[in-house]
């Protein structure tokens, strides 16, 4: 199974999320068995130009639409091929420490935790591993990026997707 990850995409009312998106990244997210947004859509039209890309599993961030805050949890599980994924979008009021995801990651009885609101990526293992995929479309000081997961019974592998210039190149962060 294929995951593609991608949070804080802050697409406001009138814009295209995939006018946004690289090309490549387009690509990727449609060859995709699941989409996981860790929440930060902000408007319902984004939400829905994602949903038409392939099955996707969202949760709402604190600047979403109410229409959003209305359709979607602020925290969801999912298994996968025997893997316990949890997702939220803020577990932590800062990046400088996981402990606060690592105690939320173990309360939800999961073994991955996809979270957002950092807008850079973070891949961190402990007991559980840690994922934020940063922003594809407003990165801050970081570059662009998403994150694929591929899982294959026991077996994650993980990589950091950077988009840039319409095109997109993949770092691993995660070794088999």
């Not at 387009?26 to 996981?36: A, E, N, Q, T």
């Not at 829905?48 to 979403?64: F, M, P, Q, R, S």
């Not at 949890?73 to 690592?102: A, N």
């Not at 019974?153 to 095109?167: H, L, M, P, S, T």
């Amino acid at each position: 199974m294929k995951l593609i990850i991608l949070s804080d995409t802050h697409i406001k009312p009138g814009r295209s999320l995939l006018a946004l998106l690289p090309e490549d990244l387009i690509c990727i997210l449609k060859s995709s068995d699941i989409i996981i947004h860790a929440g930060d859509f902000e408007t319902l039209e984004c939400y829905n130009e994602l949903k038409g890309l392939g099955k996707l599993i969202a949760v709402c961030g604190d600047t979403d639409s109410p229409e959003l805050l209305d359709i979607l949890p602020g925290r969801t599980t999912i298994e996968v091929e025997g893997v316990k994924i949890g997702i939220v979008h803020r577990g932590q009021l800062t990046s400088e420490s996981t402990d606060g995801l690592r105690y939320l990651a173990q309360e939800m009885g999961v073994d991955i935790l996809i979270f957002g609101h950092f807008h850079h990526p973070i891949a961190e293992r402990t007991e559980v591993l840690l994922l934020s995929p940063g922003s594809a479309t407003v990165p801050g000081i970081a570059e662009p990026s998403a994150m694929e997961l591929e899982i294959t019974g026991n077996e994650v592998k993980g990589r950091i997707i950077r988009c840039r210039d319409n095109a997109c190149s993949y770092f691993e962060y995660e070794k088999p």
